[in-house]
């Protein structure tokens, strides 16, 4: 078993799509170890995205990510990491494989629905870094 971090991100949040994207984990087979709503503060999105702090949208992505709150969870399962991602789709909603969470209800960058971990490295500092 391993475990994986995600957050619906405030833009989603807003359009009612937390039910949609809990619902598309568990029928995956994932189960929820943790849940909660937090309206998250500045210095811990622009920690959570460092590895993007020289891109030009890093300013705009920080933005979005604090103008409301992110509903955030662990789920556990086989593979979780990978089989989250793959339900969440490409980042570019606009190249995102429709039947992914991004490819159905994604709209256009830096809006796309829902962040996900990227490996188990990120995974267990995520986890701890909005868990503690
Ligand atoms: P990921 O969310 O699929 O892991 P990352 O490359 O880690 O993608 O980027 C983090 C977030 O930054 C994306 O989910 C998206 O919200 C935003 N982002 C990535 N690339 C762009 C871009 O080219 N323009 C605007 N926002 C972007
Ligand atoms: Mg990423």
Redesign the pocket.
């Known amino acids: 078993m391993e475990q994986t971090f995600f957050f619906v991100k405030p833009e989603a949040v807003r359009r009612g799509l937390v039910g949609i994207v809990i619902q598309r984990f568990e029928a995956r087979g994932l189960k929820l170890k943790k849940l909660a709503v937090k309206q998250l503060d500045k210095a811990t999105v622009e920690e959570h995205?460092a590895?993007?702090k020289d891109?030009p949208?890093f300013a705009?992505?920080v933005e979005t990510i604090t103008d409301g709150p992110v509903v955030m969870g662990v789920l556990e399962g086989v593979d979780a990491i990978k089989v989250v991602r793959n339900i969440v789709g490409a980042?570019?909603p606009l190249e995102a494989a429709p039947g992914t969470i991004r490819g159905d209800y994604g709209t256009v960058?830096?809006?796309?629905v829902v962040?996900a971990s990227?490996g188990p490295e990120t995974a267990e500092i995520e986890i701890k870094r909005f868990f503690g």
């Open positions: 995205y590895h993007l891109k949208f705009e992505l980042t570019n960058l830096p809006h796309n962040h990227d």
